[in-house]
Structures are given as C-alpha cells and as structure tokens.
C-alpha cells in the first residue's frame, strides 16, 4: 500500500508528522508521500519542515518509505506552473495539485494549469473535460481516484475518462485524520467502486509504488 496524498496538523490535518507515520505503518503501508496544503506563502517553509523529518524516517519507522511532497491548494491557475517548478527545486519528490474538485470553488482552469504544467498528480479533478483528459495522457499527468469523502463524488466519471484516453491514474486518501488512511484491501475496493476491474486497481497502487523506488 503506496499513499501519495496525505495531510499533518502542518496544513489541515490533525496528526503530526510521527504519528502519522505510525498510524500508516500501523495499517500496512509501505509508502507515503505528505503533501500538506500550499501556496506562494508557505511552500518553502512546509518543505523545509517535512524533508527535515523525512531525514530522519527511515531510522524510526522500519519498512516505510515516507517522502515530502506538497498539494498545491486554491493558486491562481497562472501561478501554478511556477510553483511546480518551484516545489521541485525546492525538493519535493512528488507535486500534487487541488483540482477541481464538485465540493470546492476551486477556480475554473485550475486543471488544465496543473496538467499544462507538468504536475505529478491532479488531484481530485471533479468534473474533468475530455480535453483536459486527453492532455494528462499526453504530457503524463495522473489523475487521482480519491479515498475522501465529497472529492470522491466524481470517481467514477474521472475513472471512466482516464481508462477510455489511456491516461494514468493514482490513488490518494487525502488522509486528515485518524481512520482516514484505507489499507490495501479497502483501497482496493475505493479504485473497484469507481468501475476499475480488479487489475485494474491491482495497477493502479502497483503504479503509485513507482515514486519510492525499488522495494
């Protein structure tokens, strides 16, 4: 179980670093990436903080490979691909941006910024277009099947596009709390519920696995 969208009490969430390690390790992970909530004003800040930690992970929490990423929150479409670049100088191993999502006013081209700009991940991506679908397959962009409650409303429309343009998908919690990290099998059926056969799912978190390197 490889997790490439989970949040610390250092944007929304309620567990800090430790125990959310603890917590995912506790449930079979293997990998996680933290992807707190950012923008221009705190992404160098949070990245210092979580590389810090990550430094240190591997010592505390045996068999889990834990990476620091961010999730680009609520940017002005104009400013993401600059802040993608900028997550990754700054060492992030993994940019997520906050698509546009049915139950946020994200601002509308928020997603085809994200894919425009080369992002690792759109995240939650609502009520993607076609167009914008297309374009994730192309520049390599993965859409995310998510395990949050209300981002997840849009699943199966993001699945059924994805798999018909041959574009990659991820799965992401979007974990903020205790309980809201799945282990495999619930991931599982998270990836099935949004009309992936079983393979297909078995793929999808063999993909996320790509991120931490050989096992």
Excluded at 57 to 70: M, Q, T, V
Excluded at 73 to 100: C, F, M, Q, Y
Aim: net charge negative; charged share 20%; proline share 5%.
């Amino acid at each position: 179980m490889y997790d490439l969208h989970t949040h610390s009490y250092h944007s929304d969430g309620v567990l800090g670093l430790a125990e959310l390690s603890r917590r995912c390790s506790m449930v079979g992970y293997k990998g996680l990436v933290i992807t707190d909530h950012c923008d221009s004003s705190n992404l160098e800040e949070l990245l210092n903080r979580v590389k810090r930690f990550c430094e240190t992970a591997a010592e505390n929490f045996a068999g889990l490979k834990i990476l620091p990423g961010c999730e680009l929150t609520h940017v002005p479409p104009s400013r993401i691909p600059k802040l993608v670049e900028d997550a990754r100088d700054l060492g992030a191993a993994l940019v997520l941006v906050h698509g546009e999502t049915v139950v946020e006013p994200v601002a509308p081209g928020t997603n085809s910024a994200a894919i425009g700009s080369g992002a690792d991940v759109l995240a939650h991506p609502g009520l993607i277009s076609q167009t914008d679908v297309q374009l994730a397959a192309k520049n390599g962009v993965r859409l995310e099947i998510s395990g949050r409650k209300g981002h997840s409303l849009t699943n199966g429309h993001v699945a059924k596009r994805a798999l018909h343009h041959g574009t990659r998908l991820s799965f992401g919690s979007d974990g903020h709390a205790p309980g809201d990290y799945p282990g495999e099998e619930m991931a599982i059926n998270i990836l099935k519920g949004a009309g992936l056969t079983q393979g297909q799912a078995d793929e999808v978190l063999a993909a996320n696995a790509e991120f931490f390197g050989p096992a």
